[in-house]
């Protein structure tokens, strides 16, 4: 099946700093990626759709200006939390869908913001 | 507002025996249909995907779809210790929505005892 690659695995920061995670795809070229945030013991929530070469569309409630997407090539995107907080907290995944509808998730990035 | 709702269990069941998670949906129009297991601190693994009526088997795993009532199911059968996680049911609208971009229940988690 696709690989699709999400660095890092873990994160601790502290308040106020801004975390990068990369989610890649290794084996197939995603002109669409998604990222979710998931809390413990919740589902999976769509926080934004990144497009190659444009904008990324986010979720109504997701603010777009703390987290900032790229999706510069085809085989990479990136989110950055800016100025996080102890809220930011999360699980964050990407994903990637090669063929149809069949969505490939990255490894997940926990982040813990002190 | 397209909804995916699940019992968030737990369900457990011994060892052999055959597991029964439930999913219904809102979105009438929905196309694609996807189980997706996930272990606890990793990022979901897609292990079924159904898109029309009837039951799909592959290995141990059955899915169970019926659009009329807006339901999907999926059963373990012969579960094994190793089932143990968290599955999530997911479900593409379609409708023109980008591909890719799935509602997530918030997952059944399953224990299977020795």
């Known amino acids: 099946g696709a690989v699709v690659s999400q660095h890092p695995s873990w994160v601790i920061c502290k308040s106020g700093t801004s975390v990068k995670i990369e989610c890649r795809s290794l084996?197939?070229?995603?002109?669409?990626m998604f990222w979710y945030r998931q809390f413990p013991k919740q589902s999976l929530m769509l926080m934004a759709t990144?497009?190659?070469?444009?904008?990324?569309?986010?979720e109504q409630g997701v603010e777009k200006d703390k987290f900032l997407i790229n999706h510069a090539s085809l085989t990479l995107s990136t989110l950055t939390v800016t100025s996080a907080h102890p809220e930011d907290s999360s699980f964050y995944i990407c994903?990637?869908?090669?063929?149809?509808?069949?969505?490939?998730f990255g490894s997940g990035t926990q982040l813990s913001v002190l | 507002q397209k909804e995916v709702e699940q019992n968030s269990g737990p369900l457990s069941v011994p060892e052999g025996a055959i597991a029964s998670l439930n999913c219904t949906y809102s979105?009438?129009?929905?196309?694609?249909f996807f189980w997706y297991r996930q272990y606890s601190g990793k990022s979901p693994e897609l292990i079924m995907s159904?898109?029309?009526?009837g039951d799909k088997e592959d290995g141990r795993f059955t899915a169970q779809l019926n659009k009329a009532s807006q339901y999907v199911s999926l059963l373990i059968r012969d579960s094994q210790p190793s089932d143990s996680a968290t599955y999530l049911c997911?479900?593409?609208?379609?409708?023109?929505?980008?591909?890719?971009?799935?509602?997530f229940g918030r997952g059944t988690q399953l224990t299977v005892w020795p």
């Open positions: 994903s990637a869908s090669e063929v149809g509808e069949k969505l490939f």
């Open positions: 084996d197939f070229q995603a002109t669409t």
């Open positions: 990144s497009n190659e070469g444009s904008k990324a569309t986010y």
């Open positions: 979105d009438r129009g929905s196309q694609s």
């Open positions: 159904i898109y029309s009526n």
């Open positions: 997911a479900v593409y609208p379609g409708g023109g929505s980008t591909l890719g971009r799935l509602y």
